[in-house]
């Protein structure tokens, strides 16, 4: 396991992780409703349905559903991340990533100044 050692300033508290894991436990839940509904919908069960169908409606599900997976790849990870003790810690610079932010984006990866950096980069 990879622990990081926080400063208790900047280490979400108990409470607050926990409120993260219910709101990471409902994104995962409303992502695979959200796929399942997405693949339902592109599988179309007669040759008038799949006639219906414009390739403009089929594209708009695939990005939606590619969207889908790859938010749900990320709340995963950070339940996963949550689960080994290394949660709110940047991949990048290794300091923590603020509570503040974690807040708003619960599966963030990286720190505001590393996610700038990577966003700069692109």
């Known amino acids: 396991m990879n622990?990081?050692?926080i400063?208790?300033?900047t280490t979400p508290s108990a409470e607050i992780l926990a409120a993260l894991r219910e709101n990471l436990h409902e994104q995962?839940?409303?992502?695979?409703e959200q796929l399942q509904q997405l693949s339902a919908a592109a599988t179309p069960r007669t040759d008038a349905a799949r006639a219906r169908q414009t390739s403009s409606q089929l594209e708009v599900r695939v990005k939606l559903a590619a969207s889908a997976r790859m938010v749900l790849a990320d709340v995963e990870a950070a339940l996963e991340r949550m689960?080994?003790?290394s949660y709110g810690a940047c991949h990048l610079c290794r300091g923590p990533i603020a509570p503040e932010r974690l807040m708003i984006v619960p599966q963030a990866r990286y720190c505001a100044r590393c996610q700038q950096v990577r966003e700069a980069g692109r």
């Open 7 to 9: 400063d208790r300033e």
């Open 3 to 5: 622990h990081q050692i």
């Open 83 to 85: 689960d080994h003790g």
């Open 28 to 32: 995962r839940l409303f992502r695979q």
